[in-house]
């Protein structure tokens, strides 16, 4: 079973930090329409807890100054509609996820290794092992 409290401990602190007024907007949308209500089954959570990361990665890499990607299948590509957003990515481009390690001076090894144990945690099974994959390919 699924550790419930993680998505709405996740979506008021995205609130609660909100800085753009998008965010707020977004965050709203993640449980819409009666699709993703996360008290329904694992199976919503799931949809609203990835819905939620999408959205609070994709607002924040903008405050990063980071623009839409048009190159890639990447979490930076831009959407107009919630069945186009649930088909786009969680993780970033490895042009994208560059330039969020340049900006924070991040380790990029040790936050993709970071996000593989976020990932696995978390039953994000398909974005842990990209994940895992690109420390290594990074890493030391």
């Known amino acids: ?25 977004a965050v709203t949308d993640v449980a819409g329409n009666g699709d993703g209500d996360p008290t329904e089954s694992d199976q919503a959570y799931q949809r609203c807890l990835t819905r939620m ?20 299948e990447c979490g930076m590509n831009g959407s107009n509609n919630l069945e186009e957003a649930d088909r786009g990515r969680l993780p970033f481009c490895p042009e994208c996820s560059a330039k969020i390690w340049w900006s924070c001076g991040a380790d990029p090894a040790k936050c993709y290794e970071r996000l593989a144990e976020f990932g696995e945690k978390n039953w994000l099974n398909e974005e842990a092992k990209l994940w895992k994959k690109c420390a290594v390919a990074v890493g030391p």
């Open 1 to 25: 079973m699924i550790h419930r409290p993680l998505a709405n401990d996740a979506v008021f602190a995205v609130v609660d930090q909100a800085v753009r007024g998008d965010i707020l907007v």
């Open 53 to 72: 990361l999408k959205v609070a990665t994709h607002e924040t890499a903008h405050m990063f100054g980071i623009e839409h990607c048009t190159a890639y």
